[in-house]
T-cell receptor, first 114, second 112 residues
Framework: DVKVTQSSRYLVKRTGEKVFLECVQD?????MFWYRQDPGLGLRLIYF???????EKGDIPEGYSVSREKKERFSLILESASTNQTSMYLC?????????????FGPGTRLTVT | QKEVEQDPGPLSVPEGAIVSLNCTYS??????FMWYRQYSRKGPELLMY????GNKEDGRFTAQVDKSSKYISLFIRDSQPSDSATYLC????????????FGKGNQVVVIP
């Protein structure tokens, strides 16, 4: 079974703080993703990575950065957290070269910025 | 026009009924279709995956794709209270494409 884990289930941070969200997958997947999920807006892609040290912007990258130093780990960084970044953050991974395009999600981190 | 349209519900059904969910889409290049189940405050879980048109069955779940109508469906037979969740459709074009287009999710409540 694919296992994607996220460092925290719930996180409360103050406006202006630097926030790190960590994601680890144990299936040797090449591709990893960060989404945020908001009521009425659905899932929106923030960034993804197709290899170590490689990244591509998604649909809403503003205010976020990412880091992928090891294949199994993908970090999302909020440089200066703002209240409009309060959301559910979901990490996902996908294998290259086999099967199709299905992505496997972690349990999510519910971030509240006050 | 949004790329993927999905009725948000909620859809309430009695236990044992058939649940019927669907999504429509506008991009004729989509070839890979997925259904995810998401319980409250959890991450989405891959439920069904299909390629191109046709049907796929897995236990009580059946996924259908009609590419000519740009319409996909998920059927849940003999629904159980444990099926109460939000169901998201997702789709993509091209093998190895990292971009998924998601529906906004349809909440299902199965009443015991």
């Amino acid at each position: 079974d694919v296992k994607v884990t996220q460092s925290s289930r719930y996180l409360v941070k103050r406006t202006g703080e630097k926030v790190f969200l960590e994601c680890v997958q144990d299936m040797d997947h090449e591709n990893m993703f960060w989404y945020r999920q908001d009521p009425g807006l659905g899932l929106r892609l923030i960034y993804f990575s197709y290899d170590v040290k490689m990244k591509e912007k998604g649909d809403i990258p503003e205010g976020y950065s990412v880091s992928r130093e090891k294949k199994e780990r993908f970090s999302l960084i909020l440089e200066s957290a703002s209240t409009n970044q309060t959301s559910m953050y979901l990490c996902a991974s996908r294998a290259s070269g086999t099967g199709g395009n299905e992505q496997y999600f972690g349990p999510g981190t519910r971030l509240t910025v006050t | 026009q949004k790329e993927v349209e999905q009725d948000p519900g909620p859809l309430s059904v009695p236990e044992g009924a058939i649940v019927s969910l669907n999504c429509t889409y506008s991009n004729s290049a989509f070839q890979y279709f997925m259904w995810y189940r998401q319980y409250s405050r959890k991450g989405p879980e891959l439920l069904m995956y299909t390629y191109s048109s046709g049907n796929k069955e897995d236990g009580r779940f059946t996924a259908q794709v009609d590419k000519s109508s740009k319409y996909i469906s998920l059927f849940i037979r003999d629904s159980q209270p444990s099926d109460s969740a939000t169901y998201l459709c997702a789709m993509s074009a091209g093998y190895g494409n990292n971009r998924l287009a998601f529906g906004k999710g349809n909440q299902v409540v199965v009443i015991p």
